[in-house]
């Protein structure tokens, strides 16, 4: 448990304790140990839930933007995006970032490449996938195999780790998109 979480974490507990002996039993919440793991598993959620207004808060880099660097970051760039006034572009961001999420490893390589087309030039941005989803569906057939290559870290994240890149299938990528 972080330092900074100990105040936070000891409400948490009496609380729990407070909620098991005055309005309802909470199964297991008097065994010490998975008392701590989930106050933990709480704290966590409480950071994630978080962690969108700090980002507001600080400076970012323009170089989260570019999904050819190894800074993009999706949430970020649709920060930057939507300070740009440029909201429709920060909402797209936000679903990639969604879609595909942040896996453990390889952090944001689906994103950033398909967003980034592999590198291969124009960017599958707002204005190209609302003018182009067929080509953008095709894309992404015809590229399935560089997106999956063997040897480099990728995938989705862990919440969307049994979502498919396939640009037909019915939950697959493409129909999403």
């Not at 920060?79 to 453990?104: C, P, Q, T, V």
Request: net charge neutral.
């Amino acid at each position: 448990m972080r330092p900074r979480d100990h105040d936070l974490a000891q409400q948490l507990e009496k609380g729990l304790l407070s909620f098991d002996s005055n309005k309802q039993a909470l199964i297991g919440i008097h065994d010490f140990p998975t008392r701590v793991v989930f106050i933990e598993q709480l704290l966590e959620s409480i950071h994630r839930v978080n962690y969108g207004s700090v980002l507001l808060s600080r400076k970012l880099s323009e170089r989260n933007i570019d999904p050819n660097d190894e800074m993009f970051d999706p949430l970020k760039a649709a920060i930057l995006h939507k300070r740009k006034g440029n909201i429709d572009e920060a909402f797209w961001l936000i679903f990639l970032f969604i879609h595909f999420g942040k896996h453990a490893k390889a952090g944001w390589r689906y994103a950033r490449d398909v967003y980034g087309r592999l590198g291969e030039g124009a960017l599958w941005d707002w204005d190209n996938i609302c003018n182009n989803p067929t080509e953008f569906k095709l894309w992404l057939n015809d590229n399935q195999s560089r997106l999956k290559r063997d040897g480099v870290l990728g995938g989705f994240g862990n919440h969307r780790k049994y979502e498919s890149l396939d640009a037909y299938s019915p939950s697959g990528t493409g129909t999403v998109v």
